[in-house]
């Protein structure tokens, strides 16, 4: 298995191979939610790779809507203006959708996730014939849909809604895993939260064997696994887990 020539660092190029490599073990994945591989719109080979994810909040707001206050909606196509009228539904507004993205530093020579996340507007019943793809809604149940509201978080609510309680001043100090910031994204250039990579060659370090090899160099994590070992630290402090099978 390949190896980077200076680990904890990745060339460019051990980036692309890394990133699709961990694509593919994520098509081979149980994973639900598959990562795929945007390619930059102008530069070729500068692209990064990408999934969208409905998120759990960590501390869920809830709403009920009182059964006698749901009316019967007809079997009829429904206009996009119309759709305040929907009945909600007794659900909990628990989730939120977040788009990862694991992009390449060329600064710090390592991956860096970044990462924005968006309200979801009230849920509604599903009418017969109506198609979620007209709406921009996302289906939770077989009857239960979401209206994307399209609102971001804020910074305060990055941390209440997606960071863990117990992670939240590791985070904010700075610890392995980056405090969170907001800058353009490197490829399209406009504002996305990130994990500060400032600690990722130390992290990526203190992960293998502090023995040397013949050739005087650490140990390394393989580029086949480089990402995954990577996220898997990572990711959790922000919505993301890497299943099990990822390491099979």
Known sequence: MALPDHYPFLTRKEFDIAAKLFIEQSKRSSDEEPWSWVEHEKVKGFGYICRKSLVKRVNPVNFIIPENDFTQIDDEIIEEEDLNSLPTVPVSDEYFTVDYHIVYSTSYKVPVLYFNAYNSAKPVVAPY???????HMEI???KILYILDGTLLTN???????????KQNDIKTAGFNGAISQQDHPTLLIPFYYLHPC???????SIVSNSKMDNNKLQAIPLEGYIRSWLSLVGSVVGIKVVIDYFI
């Open 129 to 135: 014939g109506v198609k979620p793809e007209l709406f």
């Open 156 to 166: 305060d609510e990055i941390y209440s809604n997606l960071v863990h309680p117990l």
């Open 140 to 142: 939770l149940s077989q």
């Open 199 to 205: 600690e990722t060659a130390t992290l990526m370090t």
